[in-house]
């Protein structure tokens, strides 16, 4: 498959986790993929490897997100990357996936862990959304990782729920405004999905979490890749502000 071959991409976060997952699966359709992450130098330049041992292109870019300068920073770099590889800095596709849970009860949110849930899961993808309009020609894919606990509740996430919240909104109104590009936006939300956190070595935790879903599994992180690079695709040209329940029906109830 190679409907991306000649696009570029930025997945944010994508060292690991449904980041990584989704930089492998656009890298797969040809496009060139930056692969960002904060700290795990190494995990991101697994990706890399892994993707050009596949035959295909990728780059990492570093930038802590939710502080001062993190958007200016991240583009510096690639720009960099992309102008090096392409001779231009074109961005096709933009994937604001990084993000952080709380895990604290409402109790015990303090003003500071509110702010950085914030910095980093909703202000980072809305400045990230208006510098990369810069770059990104007509025709271009915005794609927004929220979540499905905008619509299922969970008491201990009631600061990160409202995060994403505010990140769904972005597609319903930026869809209006990039119209006009025929650059589409969508929010992809995932139920429970496999990440590092140690709770997924855990059977019986594994198996609780699995019976939230339809399909009585937890998700994979290729369940969500799939569907952001569908979305990235010419094929979902006529899907805009959006939000695709991605959580192997667990808001089915
Ligand atoms: P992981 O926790 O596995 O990975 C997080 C990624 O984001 C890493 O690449 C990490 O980089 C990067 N990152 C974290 N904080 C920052 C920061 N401040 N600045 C820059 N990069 C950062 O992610 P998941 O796959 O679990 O989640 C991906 C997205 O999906 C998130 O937005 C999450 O909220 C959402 N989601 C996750 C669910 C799940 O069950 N896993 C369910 C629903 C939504 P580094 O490796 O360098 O630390």
Do not use: C
């Amino acid at each position: 498959m190679n409907r991306l071959t000649g696009k570029t991409a930025l997945v944010t976060g994508s060292s690991r986790g449904m980041g990584r997952a989704a930089a492998l699966r656009l890298a797969q359709e040809g496009a060139l993929v930056a692969v960002h992450y904060t700290a795990n130098r190494e995990a991101a330049d697994d990706v890399v490897t892994l993707i050009e041992k596949d035959g295909g292109r990728a780059f990492t870019v570093r930038a802590e997100l939710g502080v001062p300068g993190d958007v200016h920073e991240l583009f510096l770099g690639l720009e960099s990357g992309l102008r090096e590889r392409t001779g231009t800095t074109g961005l096709d596709i933009l994937v604001n996936n990084a993000g952080v849970m709380g895990g604290v009860k409402p109790e015990d949110t303090t003003p500071e862990k509110f702010d950085q849930l914030f910095a980093v899961n909703a202000k980072a993808p809305f400045f990230l959304i208006q510098r990369a309009l810069k770059n990104m020609p007509d025709g271009g894919r915005i794609i927004n990782i929220t979540s499905g606990l905008t619509r299922f509740a969970n008491p201990d996430e009631i600061a990160y729920a409202m995060t994403k919240g505010a990140v769904d909104q972005l597609a319903l109104h930026f869809a209006k405004y990039l119209g006009p590009r025929n650059i589409t936006i969508n929010s992809v939300a995932p139920g429970i999905t496999r990440n590092d956190n140690p709770v997924f070595g855990i059977p019986e935790a594994v198996e609780q979490m699995a019976q939230l879903s339809a399909f009585n599994r937890i998700g994979e992180p290729e369940d969500v890749a799939d569907v952001v690079a569908f979305l990235a695709t010419d094929e979902a040209r006529w899907i805009t502000g959006s939000f695709v329940d991605a959580t192997g029906g667990t808001l089915l109830g």
